[in-house]
Structure formats: C-alpha cells, structure tokens
C-alpha cells in the first residue's frame, strides 16, 4: 500500500462499493422478472483489469463468491481463443465450468477503457427463471441443465449484438430472460459510467492503485486476524441426502488446519462426483471457504480478492467438490453450497467454539413452478428459494425465517406472487416447534402452500436436511427437517423426495414446503424461562415445547391474556405507524 494514505483509500474503498451498490440498483429497478426485481437473485461487483475481485455490493455472498473465477475465466478463455476487448463490448457468459456457477445464472461483463486500454472491468450475475433445462428429470449432465453459453459479444462496439440475443431468447421458454438480459447490460453501463468519473478524478493509473492498495488491504487485515487464532487443526463430515437420482448419502469431510497467518482447507475423504447434480465446481466450494473464514476471522473486512489469499482449499480433482465436466452441477448452488458452509463451521467449532452457530437451514429450498399461463396463453416460470432457520450460537439465538450463509436474496411478497403468476398462496407463515432447543434457541422455518390456478403446471424442488436435521452445539439439540410433499383435491398429502423434477400438479392440488429450522446452543434447561414465556406468546413455539423441551410450564389462561396483550399492543402500534 505504498503512496496510499489510509484516509485516502477508505474514501476509495467507499466510492468504489458505491458504485457496486448503485449498478445493483439499476438492475433491480430496470429487471422484469420477479425473481430480480423482488427478490433480488443478483450480484454485482468491480474488478481489476486483470479479473481481481476490487469490490462488491451487499448482495448474494455465493454469487459474489464465485464471480472472481468467472471474470479470471473469461479473460483465460479470451486469451486461448484470440478474442480481444474494445471499446463498448459486453461479454455474455453462464458456461458452469467458466463461471464457476450454474446455467441459470448469466454472467455479463464490460470492460472499462481509459486512453485505449482496459482500466478496471464490471461484471454482474443473475439467476434466471429459465435457460431451457430439461424440466422432466433429474440432470445427469451439464447438457441437461440448459443452454451454455461460452463467452460472448452480447454487444460489440457499444452496439447490441441482436443476433446473440435472439439465440438465447429462441432457447429459452420465458420473455422476461431476454428482458433481464437488457436490464444487465444497463447495470453494468452505469458502473462502467461512474468509474470513468473516477478516472477523471483520480487519473487512470490512480485508480488502479487504489484498487490494488485496497486488496492488499484485506489481504494484510486477513493475516494478521488469521495469525492471532489458535493454531490448531479440526475436522467434520457432514451428509447430503442423495443427489435426485438415489438416495444415497453423500458425505463431505473437512479438515481445517490453522497454520501461522494461513488457513487450510481440505476436502479430502469427500465422495466422488455423482450422477445427479449436486457436483460442485472448485469456484463454488472456494466461495464458502472464503465465506467462513472472512464470517468467523474478520467481518469487517472489505470483500474483494485479498480475503481469499491466505485461505488454500485442497479439493480433489472429481470429487463432489471439485467437478470436471460433463457432471450436473445445477442443485450445488441451492444445497451443496450450504452444506458446504455446514461442515466447513462444524470443523471451526472447535477452534472457534465463541464464534461458531450451529447448523442453519442447510439448503436453499429451491422450488420452480412451470406452465402455461391460462390468462395469457404463455409461457411461465416462477422459481423461489425459501428462507429457514439460523443456527444459535453463545449468546444469541438463531434468526427466524431468514435465508442464511450464502443466499441473501428476499422472499417473494405474496401479492408479488399472485401479480404475476397463475399461482395462488394459501398458506405462509412460520413452522411452529422448528427451532432447535437451547439455552440459546434457532430459529423457525417458514411454510409456503401454492396452487396452481386453473391449469396443469409441472414441479421442480432442491432442497435437504429431511432426515438429517440441523445439529446443535454445546449440548445444544437438532431443529426440526424439512417437509415437501404434494396436497391432493382430497386432501390427502404425498410426500415428495427433497430433490424432485418433473412433478405434475394439476387443477387445485398444492406444493407445500416447510423448511428446516437452526439447530440450538447450550443445554435447553439453562434457557431463561422468560425468553421461553416470550416464543410461547408469539406463537414461536407451543406450550408443550416449552414444557417438554425447555422444562417450562405456562398456565394456559395466563397465556390466553398475555395473547390478548400482545395483539392490542400490536395493533396500537400499527395504529399509530399508519397516523404518522
């Protein structure tokens, strides 16, 4: 960070997420799909112009995990293959094996000229409702994920390349993809505009300096947190519950080795790849080492390319977290990515037992809704990933209804749903007894309950933890699993499989899906009976949880008027929110 003053660089570091955060805006605002615009399933960031991660928004910590191997793999893939960058060119790229990703995810860069030569490059990454995946069966190779796409011009020259959008438009099902395509290259135009007002402050080679100094910066804070840990070494193995095609577990195994200002992370002892699509690419399993170790060693610390130099992963080539192609890799995102993050914390838990929560959720509850919307004779795709418990962890308790560890996006509001599906919500709410007890609880699960109006639509769901549920810590016990299963008109329920494609749901039958909660910490005995009193009145939990699990007994007629309390305190309070 030579020739840098520290005032000088927090002034850069700031105008530099600001600009991250301001590209992310414009794409939410310009995006047609729901999944973008309400949910915000996107990521933006800046690199260096030699791909170096230089600055992110607060958006989806896998995303923006994995986005540094995509920008580094475009440039490899442009330098084997003579494609030069000019002026007013936007790349286009979803290939899993050069994103790192998976195929629903579009990846659009631009890089930013200064003087002829490229100064920095913006980049952004969206999940899309479709890409023209096989939607029958479970995948058993990339091939049958969707169109994959190498990179590619979208646009030369500061002109847009109508051919490449008809291409991918023509293989897809859904308008809005091409829409949102659009909005992405508009996002990318914005941040390309405003570090061109950076350059004019601070001269091309300033803000390149700058942006080194800045990765340096988190690279040096990442070592000198690292050195002061224990030196110590842990290990932890975890199960996923079948790919889609068996149920046969698959297990992942860590080891983590604190060594001076280093930390090792080794998958060695993982399964093999499989036949289903749980593989995950090397990018995707290097996104939640670095995820941890920055969540657990130095929060704080600006995100960017400097985090994850001292973390080295040790993943064996085709294994379940090192994939080669031709394997299916689309499920990893939703589920192995999280499972992922579960086994990498059980190991730091010994290390680290103050800074460590216990199991969350451990998946990202995926679930796609497919069909031809009767209103409109088109086609239509909604997808969601749902929110479930956060693991406790030494004094706190789990968040409720929250997505955790590498998803961030937002639930769908219902009216959302409703506008702009044929589908409609019946149920959503929390799942009532899903924490895991501790002294310090997890948090709930929540519950969705769609049909499909009017029309025959098809089912796709990835999703875990059914039989191996969240694990507590420090005496601390499992939240409750997962639930998927189909409603009949009769109201009969068939379960469904945690990982599932090509379910048909015809005319008033329903998708319910309730999602695991986080596992507890601490002996649930030694749980303040006041906080236990408290999740009883606010419906977190029954009366016979906090008897049985928690030793606290409520009298019921006392509960009863502390219920009334609450409601009209509540309602007071609303009353008063809308007379302001």
């Known amino acids: 960070m030579a020739g840098v003053n520290a005032a000088s660089l927090e002034v850069m570091r700031n105008s530099l997420f600001s600009v991250a955060e301001e590209m992310g805006a414009v794409l939410v605002r310009a995006a047609y799909s729901t999944n973008i615009k309400d949910r915000r399933d996107c990521s933006c960031a800046i690199y260096t112009s030699r791909g170096e991660l230089t600055a992110q928004a607060e958006h989806i910590p896998l995303h923006l995990g994995i986005m540094p191997s995509a920008v580094r793999g475009l440039l490899s893939y442009c330098e084997d293959h003579s494609i030069g960058m000019e002026l007013g060119d936007v790349f286009l790229f979803n290939d899993p094996f050069i994103t790192g990703s998976h195929t629903w995810d579009l990846m659009v860069t631009t890089p930013v000229f200064h003087g002829g030569e490229v100064q920095a490059i913006v980049g952004n990454l969206a999940h899309h409702a479709d890409i023209g995946e096989h939607k029958g069966h479970v ?141 995950s690419p090397l990018p995707v399993t290097m996104a939640c080492a670095g995820y941890c170790v920055k969540s657990l060693v130095d929060p704080d610390a600006p995100s960017n390319e400097g985090i994850y130099r001292p973390i080295r992963v040790e993943a064996p080539e085709g294994s379940l977290v090192n994939a080669i192609y031709p394997a299916a890799v689309a499920y990893a995102n939703s589920v192995t990515c999280m499972r992922l993050v579960d086994t990498i914390l059980g190991a730091f838990a010994e290390i680290l037992p103050d800074r460590v929560c216990a199991a969350s959720t451990g998946t990202m509850n995926a679930l796609n809704i497919k069909g031809v919307d009767p209103r409109t004779g088109r086609f239509y795709g909604y997808i969601e990933t749902y929110a479930g418990g956060w693991g406790a962890m030494r004094g706190m308790d789990g968040l409720d209804a929250t997505h955790t560890h590498m998803t961030n996006t937002r639930n769908a509001p219902v009216e959302a749903i409703e506008i702009a599906y044929p589908l409609r919500v019946h149920r959503y709410g929390i799942v009532v007894d899903s924490e895991g007890p501790g002294e310090r609880r997890g948090g709930v699960g929540i519950t969705r309950e769609i049909e499909a109006v009017d029309h025959t639509a098809t089912l796709g769901g990835r999703g875990d933890r059914v039989k191996i549920k969240p694990w507590g810590l420090e005496g601390g016990k499992e939240a409750s699993g ?48 006041e906080l236990v009193r408290r999740d009883v009145v606010e419906g977190v939990i029954t009366l016979e949880r906090a008897r049985e699990a928690y030793g606290v007994a409520i009298d019921p007629e006392i509960l009863e008027v502390l219920q009334v309390e609450t409601r009209q305190l509540r309602a007071r309070g609303l009353k008063n929110l809308n007379s302001l």
């Open 482 to 529: 997962s639930r998927y299963y189909k409603k009949l008109r009769d109201g009969e329920n068939v379960p469904l499989p945690s990982k599932f494609q090509g379910i048909i749901l015809k005319p008033r039958e329903r998708i319910v899906i309730e999602t695991a909660g986080g596992g507890g910490w601490g002996n649930p005995h030694a749980r303040d009976s």
């Open 139 to 279: 995948a058993t190779e990339a091939l049958d994920e969707g169109i994959r796409i190498s990179p590619v011009k979208i646009m030369k020259g500061g002109v847009l390349d109508e051919e490449i959008l008809s291409l991918v438009r023509s293989n897809v099902r859904i308008e809005e993809v091409g829409r949102d395509l659009l909005a992405q290259i508009g996002a990318n135009a914005r941040g390309a505009e405003r570090l061109q007002e950076l350059i004019g402050r601070h001269r091309a080679d300033g803000l390149r300096k700058y942006m080194d100094a800045l990765i340096d910066y988190s690279e040096q804070r990442l070592r000198v947190a690292i050195s002061r840990l224990p030196q110590r070494r842990a290990s932890f193995e975890d199960y996923i519950e079948g790919d889609g095609v068996t149920d046969d577990l698959v297990k992942i195994g860590v080891t983590v080795s604190v060594e001076g200002s280093e930390i090792l992370i080794s998958f060695a002892g993982t399964d093999p790849m499989v036949t289903g699509p749980i593989n």
